[in-house]
């Protein structure tokens, strides 16, 4: 596949603008870049991918294929567009998002202000082609795909009835009260197709929104520190920190991350943290048994919620609709193509919603956190 146009004119057009010294020092540094995006996209096929969905001949799995890419390429270029009419903003927003490999590049490079003015008064085909470059590599990246259409997955595993709910992007929502989990979605503002219930909270109070541990959420752009007394009980439990472009999954440090200045030191552009119960798989490797003894309840029976990323990088909300413990979770959701996933508040709180309706079938506890995904919509099941 060519994205380049065969028309030497243009070509020629392209590179041989009269610039001074400083410009033609500019393009020098983003000749690697050019060279690196438009390499890749000959050596890898685009593909993506929905979430895997074994043992369920009802389930609907999207693969846009080709076709698709090529539309959402389209659709990129239009964004971009967009973004060179005012190119010094274009810019740095593709340098400062960037997650692939060429991190590195950029972080190393020099690019003030007075370098992003320069770069502004370049003509403008050479001023997209770092925000198209950017837009590329992140749909190409290996690790994580946010772009994916959220759809609702009903599936058994080795007899394990589970709701998964997967694509789109990850978000958290942190309530004012306690609510039924369709509450909590509609009052957040956040247009989230989907959400599960999240975190644990305080039971002291039946309209408390108090957490277990310190929250930081999408919904409010609110820092919440943990209680002093509380944290020291979580230690090494997993703290999922979300930002726009990245998750990550990194034992709780009680003296380091009850500040929000502690979670930006392990990701800068996060946007929600929270501590969750516990990890049910690692690396694509479920938990055995023995790890949950520091887990009160994790050896009982009972409906479990969840949320992860599955091999294709894909984000997954869910719940079991067969009570089992947390270690048999575990062997499950392997066995579904989780490649890591964190227990959630569970029992009782365990719900589901999507599309503003509820997926379980009872009234669970009213519960004032939740992790969201927004996005667009399959249109099927």
Same mark, same amino acid.
């Given at each position: 596949m060519r994205l380049i146009p065969k028309n030497t004119a243009f070509g020629y057009k392209f590179l041989t603008f009269p610039l001074e010294n400083k410009s033609k020092k500019v393009i020098t540094k983003l000749l690697p870049v050019i060279i690196y995006v438009f390499s890749f996209l000959q050596l890898f096929p685009i593909t993506q991918t929905a979430a895997r969905t074994p043992n369920n001949s009802n389930s609907c799995i999207q693969n846009s294929g080709l076709n698709g890419q090529i539309s959402n390429l389209l659709k990129t270029t239009i964004n971009v567009s967009k973004l060179a009419s005012n190119s010094q903003q274009g810019v740095k927003v593709a340098m400062q998002t960037f997650t692939s490999p060429l991190s590195s590049y950029f972080n190393g490079s020099n690019f003030d202000n007075s370098t992003l003015d320069l770069f502004a008064s370049i003509p403008s085909p050479l001023q997209a082609v770092v925000p198209v470059g950017k837009a590329i590599v992140l749909?190409?990246? @290996?690790g994580l795909n946010f772009s994916n259409p959220i759809q609702r997955i009903d599936t058994? +595993?080795?007899?394990?009835p589970l709701t998964l709910?997967?694509?789109?992007?990850?978000?958290?929502?942190?309530a004012d009260s306690r609510y039924q989990l369709e509450e909590v979605v509609d009052k957040s503002g956040t247009n989230a197709v989907a959400a599960v219930d999240g975190g644990f909270f305080s039971l002291k109070f039946l309209d408390s929104n108090v957490m277990i541990g310190p929250v930081y959420s999408y919904s409010t752009n609110e820092f919440? @520190?943990?209680?002093?007394?509380?944290?020291k009980k979580l230690a090494?439990?997993?703290? +999922?920190?979300?930002s726009s472009v990245s998750v990550k999954y990194i034992p709780f440090e009680p003296n380091k991350h009850n500040t929000l200045k502690g979670i930006k030191a392990e990701m800068p552009g996060v946007t929600d943290a929270f501590v969750g119960a516990a990890w049910l798989v690692e690396n694509g490797e479920p938990k055995p048994a023995n790890y949950f003894d520091f887990l009160?309840?994790?050896?009982g029976v009972r409906f479990r919620a969840f949320w992860g990323i599955n091999k294709e990088g894909v984000p997954v909300i869910g719940v079991s609709n067969k009570k089992l413990d947390s270690a048999n979770l575990a062997k499950v959701l392997t066995e579904a193509g989780i490649q890591d996933a964190v227990m959630l508040d569970s029992g009782a709180s365990t719900s589901l919603v999507y599309k503003g309706q509820s997926l379980v079938g009872y009234t669970p506890r009213p519960v004032p956190h939740a992790v969201a995904l927004i996005g667009s919509e399959s249109g099927c099941n």
């Open positions: 749909s190409l990246q @290996p058994t +595993v080795t007899n394990i709910i997967s694509g789109g992007k990850p978000i958290t929502i942190h919440v @520190p943990g209680n002093k007394g509380e944290n090494g439990r997993p703290l +999922v920190l979300i009160q309840g994790a050896d």
